[in-house]
């Protein structure tokens, strides 16, 4: 019985990080990862603490700005642009 779980337990473990793993890849379409950390900085951003692709279509990160004050940003994957930008 014990296996029986355990091994039950380990595959949803394993489908739940890959899918998790793929939902986080940029397309290939989009901007570079370097692309968009320029958009940020461009944005106003001094340090960015965290980026990640996300499943739609948008960098997403959180950063530090000339007021000292943390901020989240989005990025869209394919143009560049930054459609939020707003105070965490």
């Known amino acids: 019985m014990l296996k029986k779980t355990l091994t039950a337990g380990l595959a949803a473990a394993a489908v739940l990080s890959a899918g998790m793993a793929l939902a986080d890849r940029p397309g290939a379409d989009w ?6 950390l ?3 900085k461009a944005a106003g951003y001094t ?6 692709a996300d499943d739609s279509g948008y960098w997403d ?3 530090l700005k000339q ?4 901020y989240e940003f989005r990025i869209d994957g394919k143009t560049g642009d ?6 965490d």
């Open 82 to 87: 930054v459609p939020r930008d707003k105070l």
């Open 67 to 70: 007021d000292g004050k943390v």
């Open 61 to 63: 990160g959180e950063g």
């Open 31 to 36: 901007i570079s990862i370097d692309q968009a």
């Open 38 to 40: 320029a958009k940020a």
């Open 47 to 52: 340090q960015v603490h965290k980026i990640e």
